[in-house]
Each structure stands twice: as structure tokens, then as C-alpha cells.
């Protein structure tokens, strides 16, 4: 070859290759999501799609197998218009918005795809877990931590359902938390509290099995990845056993990207979108569960156990009135997904139920938008005022007990106060702050000119409370925790009424977590979590959901793999 050919050869070589180059470009572009900007590089050769990576973003945790599935099917259907992801909606949003401006910015022409077709066929299983909560999760790892092989669905798009939303904690007693700060705490009085706080209508031996369990199962989620390092308190408790993420953040979101984590790498296959139709009972055992695909074609997943774990129906307004008419106009705490479909389910293989119109509401929660604030705000030392500018209940009483006082006040709401202190003790406050739902004021006088209510009675209830702080006894309302003294500027405020939370009747179990008909176990089939009853009778203590739902979730996982070997 002449030393002419070579050098055209070489020139022409570069030259493809710098067309490929500039052919192949990447865009970053960022649009507001529900924490913050959602930065995104969008990579587009020759007027298509080719990878979409997140560079920043601020979203919860739970939310990222959500946004992994709104960019696999952009580049599979080289469109922005996809549905958003239920209980992610604005971070779905501004995922999608800051791809758009990308692509916009590519001036690229798309071209539209249909989706694959993907075609499900009829598999069998040792055990089907129905729902992808806190409860569904530890079923899943439990049983396959035990050889089980296990097949986890949840209806959801993503994992975690309301216990995405759990932020004050955990309660467990005798812990290894609780040693490790010489708190002295007692599994007894742990029982006790929890009797109480649901006016002793409890299932007792539930009761028993979960507290008895709850130092066990604080740390098996530690050693699964979970941060419960922090201790605070919360109404109706004795001692500090309220265990949490360190600085005090939300529990929920922290324990369910350690457990979705934990799931995936043990081998559990989780099935998203995937929604359980019905169960296969054939009068003497659970064979299994027909489910819809995401798009929308029936199979049946085979199996000889199931663990029903699809949490509770605070957001079906339907099922709510049919069992608690008062509770008719009421708003909820719940994720949309919370709609009673194991209620559905267990009906039609006649199981008991039990407390069905014990629905507890919560109360702080903003009443514009629903916002729950956490119980731990009071339990850190925050107080609850009237339009009077006076306290009107021991703010750490039960939570039947203050959404009542709630409601006989002016406008059926009330102020939740607190200052810097207050703030700096707990995490999940920043969030509140961040969103835009504090007042935020420099003085006790300021915070009163913002509220419109009087400024010389509220510095009174100020004087007096942290004269109560200070002698350690609470002489108008006999509160036993009282933290800190409300002191330190700036002062904050948020205005709070009772909405529907938890729903503490469900499906009757025993403390095998087998779910009963006619007061006898079905075959094969098992329950957890809040679309349970029995546990906590006629009113929820708060913290206490959380270690229901792990407790027996993991009891019905590991009996569920023990019956299916």
C-alpha cells in the first residue's frame, strides 16, 4: 500500500470516528422534584435515547426503583410520556421534567416505540408474599433466610408503602440500644403501656409475642442494615424505647431501603406492579394467587403458603365510613395505596376479623395538605396551643385522646409550638422547614403577630411551661416527659388537626401470625402488619406499628417456610 493510500486511509478513519463522536452527545439538565432539584445526563446518538443517568438528587430513598423504572421505559419507548409512579408523584414529575429539558436541548427527533410485549407464564413457588412493605419484606428475608424460595408482589411501582411514610420509630423494651444509654426498661411494662394505651381491649397474647420479640427483632434489622441507634419517647410510653435513625430522622424510609436492599441480595424475586387478584384455596389449603401483570395479563404463582402483608384501608374512604361513620370527611395520613386489598382477599376464603371499627386518627397533621408531623416533635418538647394561646392537653396522651382535645377547640385545630432546641434535637423537622410548613419567628411576640392570636397570653404559656420543665412536674396537664425548655429562638409553629392514620382492626391471627376462620388456622395461609387486628385494640400507641409489623412479619415468614419444606 502506497504511503498516499495509507495516509487517506488513516484521514478517513479519523473522520468516521470524529463523526461518531460528534453524533453522540450527552445533555444535564434539572428540574425540581419533591426534595429538591432532580439533576439528569441524558446520553442521545443520533436522535435516540441511550442512557439516562441521575447526577444529584435529594428524593427519599424508596423512591429510586421508581425513577430506575420511568428511564427504563423512556429509553424503551424513546418518550417523556410515561405514567408517573403512585406515591412518588413529584419526584416523578421532575424526573421527567428534566429529561424533557435535556431532550429539548438536543433539538434530537425523536422516534416513538411501542413497549415489548412480555408474556407471563403460570410459576409455582414454596411462598407468595402479598404486599412490599415493612411488614412483606421481613416476611420475604425471613423466609428466605431459611431456604424458602419466595416470591414477593406488590401493586406499587415501588417498595415500602405506608411504611415510607413511619417517622417517629420504633418501640421495643430491654434492648440493646437501651443497655448501651442505662435506660432501664422492662418488657413487662412495655406489655402494660400498650394495654393501656389501647384501653386493654388488646389481644394480650399478641401483645406478649411482639414485646417479647421486640429487643430480638431490633437487632436483626441491625444487623440487616437498619439505624436505630437514637432513643426518644412518644405519647403513652414510660421510658424512653422509641429507637430511630441516628439525630433522630424518620424510621420508615431508613428501614426500607435497608430491607428492599437486604431482599434483593438474599434472591427474594420482587415483582413491582404486580396485583393480587385472588387466592387458590381449595377448601382445605392455599394453593397459591392469581395476579395481573403490569400489563394488566393473569397469571398464577403457585405455591404452598401465602403471607397476605398489604397493610391496612386508611385511604379507602369507602371501607373507613362502612366501619366507623364518624370518621365520614375525615382526610388521611395514608399513601394511596393503603385501600383494604388483603381485607378483600382474606374475605373470600372466610376469615375472621376483628376491631374492623377501631380506625385511629392522628393529630398533627397539616390540614391543608394532609402532612403528618411526626409524634416525635412532642415527644422531643414541643406543645400544642389553642387560639387562646393556652395548652389545652397533656400533648404526649394518647392519640384518641389529643385528636379529641383537638377537636373541641376553635376552628377544630390547633398550634403546634416548639423552638431551636426542639428542632436541633430531631432530624425530620429540617424536612418540614425545607417544604415550606413552619412559621418561623425570632420571638415569642413575633411567632403570636404571625398566628393572630394573642401575644401576652402566649408568652405566659410560655413562662409557665418552662417553669414546669424546670421543676419537672407539669401542674395543668401532668405531662411526665418534658424535655427541654421552650427558650431558645427563632420559634416555630405549624398548625395541626386529626386525620384517619392506622387502621387497627384487620384479619384475626394468632401468635404464629396464622390466619384464623372460625377461630382455626387456615392452611398455608399467614398475615402481618396493619391489615392485621388484635394487637393494638382501640388506639395505636405511636412507634408501635413499626415493631408490629417486623415482629410478625418476620414470625410469619419463618412459619410459612417452615410449614412449606
Known amino acids: 500500500m502506497t504511503f498516499f493510500k495509507k495516509t487517506k486511509l488513516i484521514f478517513l478513519s479519523i473522520f468516521i470516528f470524529t463523526t461518531c463522536l460528534i453524533s453522540a452527545k450527552e445533555y444535564i439538565s434539572s428540574a425540581k422534584g419533591y426534595n429538591g432539584d432532580i439533576k439528569v445526563k441524558v446520553k442521545i446518538t443520533n436522535d435516540e435515547i441511550k442512557n439516562i443517568e441521575i447526577l444529584e438528587q435529594n428524593e427519599s430513598s424508596f423512591t429510586m426503583d421508581g425513577m430506575n423504572s420511568i428511564i427504563s421505559e423512556i429509553i424503551e419507548t424513546q418518550s417523556v410520556k410515561v405514567d408517573n409512579i403512585a406515591g412518588a408523584t413529584a419526584t416523578s414529575i421532575g424526573l421527567k421534567r428534566a429529561i424533557t429539558r435535556a431532550v429539548k436541548d438536543s433539538d434530537a427527533d425523536l422516534k416513538t416505540r411501542e413497549k415489548k410485549v412480555v408474556v407471563y407464564n403460570d410459576i409455582t413457588t414454596d411462598i407468595v408474599i402479598i404486599g412490599g412493605g415493612g411488614a412483606g419484606l421481613s416476611a420475604a428475608i425471613a423466609a428466605k433466610d431459611k431456604g424458602s424460595e419466595v416470591i414477593l408482589i406488590e401493586k406499587a411501582a415501588i417498595l415500602g408503602g405506608n411504611t415510607n411514610y413511619a417517622t417517629g420509630g420504633f418501640n421495643a423494651a430491654e434492648t440493646s440500644v437501651q443497655k448501651s444509654k442505662n435506660i432501664k426498661d422492662s418488657v413487662q411494662t412495655f406489655i402494660e403501656d ?269 413562662t409557665k411551661y418552662n417553669e414546669n420543665v424546670k421543676s419537672g412536674n407539669d401542674l395543668d396537664f401532668k405531662r411526665q416527659s418534658l424535655k427541654t425548655s421552650l427558650n431558645l429562638p427563632p420559634f416555630y409553629s405549624v398548625e395541626v388537626a386529626p386525620a384517619v392514620h392506622h387502621t387497627m382492626g384487620g384479619i384475626r391471627i394468632n401468635e404464629k401470625a396464622e390466619v384464623l376462620s372460625n377461630n382455626e388456622p387456615i392452611s398455608g395461609l399467614y398475615a402481618a402488619g396493619e391489615v392485621t387486628g388484635g394487637v393494638h385494640g382501640a388506639n395505636r400507641l405511636g412507634g408501635n406499628a413499626v415493631v408490629d409489623i417486623a415482629v410478625f412479619g418476620k414470625l410469619a415468614g419463618e412459619n410459612a417456610s417452615s410449614f412449606s419444606n
Do not use: C
Not at 323 to 343: P, V
Not at 404 to 425: C, G, I, M, P
Open 194 to 462: 400498650t394495654m393501656k394505651g389501647g384501653k386493654n381491649t388488646n389481644n394480650k397474647a399478641l401483645v406478649t409475642k411482639m414485646a417479647y420479640s421486640s429487643s430480638e427483632i431490633v437487632d436483626w434489622l441491625i444487623a440487616k442494615g437498619v439505624d436505630l441507634n437514637d432513643l426518644g419517647r412518644m405519647g403513652g410510653q414510660s421510658v424512653d424505647r422509641t429507637h430511630r435513625p441516628t439525630g433522630g430522622a424518620s424510621v420508615g424510609p431508613n428501614m426500607i431501603a435497608a430491607l428492599s436492599k437486604s431482599a434483593k441480595i438474599s434472591g427474594v424475586d420482587i415483582r413491582l406492579s404486580t396485583f393480587a387478584e385472588s387466592l387458590i384455596y381449595d377448601g382445605e389449603a392455599i394453593r397459591g394467587v392469581v395476579v395481573k401483570a403490569p400489563n394488566g395479563q393473569k397469571y398464577i404463582i403457585n405455591s404452598t403458603a401465602v403471607v397476605i402483608a398489604t397493610g391496612g384501608f386508611g385511604a379507602n374512604s369507602d371501607m373507613i365510613v362502612e366501619n366507623n361513620s364518624s370518621l365520614e370527611g375525615f382526610g388521611t395520613t395514608n399513601h394511596k395505596g393503603a385501600t383494604g386489598d388483603g381485607i378483600t382477599l382474606a374475605k373470600s376464603v372466610n376469615a375472621d376479623f376483628v376491631d374492623m371499627n377501631e380506625i385511629q386518627t392522628h393529630p398533627t397533621v397539616i390540614p391543608s395538605n394532609s402532612v403528618m408531623i411526626t409524634e416525635a416533635v412532642r415527644g422531643n418538647g414541643a406543645i400544642l396551643i389553642n387560639r387562646d394561646s393556652e395548652r389545652f392537653v397533656n400533648e404526649l396522651d394518647t392519640r384518641d385522646v389529643v385528636s379529641k382535645a383537638e377537636l373541641e377547640q376553635k376552628n377544630k385545630s390547633a398550634f403546634l409550638v416548639f423552638d431551636e432546641n426542639v428542632k436541633k434535637s430531631l432530624k425530620a423537622i429540617d424536612s418540614y422547614e425545607k417544604k415550606g410548613y413552619l412559621t418561623k419567628a425570632h420571638s415569642v411576640e413575633e411567632l403570636a403577630h404571625k398566628l393572630d392570636i394573642s401575644s401576652e397570653k402566649l408568652q405566659k404559656t410560655f
